[in-house]
């Protein structure tokens, strides 16, 4: 079972979040922090995400917004996901 004490903790840092950048629209902050990265958001990890929005409170916005540009654009020379065995995207966690 879950821990049910993440939902609490997790959606503390997303209010922070978004409090720190309160001209971005909910669906806005949502494709930031998903989106911008080759995750399916149906398949991530609670702690995943949550390494996310920590990485977002960490970072400036705008840094973290290039530096996954960077990792797509990275990414985007490396074969495919359909390619090469791992786990499901969203799986792993950020480092």
Partial sequence: MRDPARIYRILKKFEQLWSEHPDI???QLITNIVCLTD???FYIEDDAF?????RWLDAD???VIEELKDDQTTAADQPSAAQTPGPKPGSETLS
């Fill in 39 to 41: 995750w399916d958001i």
């Fill in 61 to 63: 916005f705008n840094q």
């Fill in 25 to 27: 629209r909910l669906g």
């Fill in 50 to 54: 949550e390494v996310m929005l920590n």
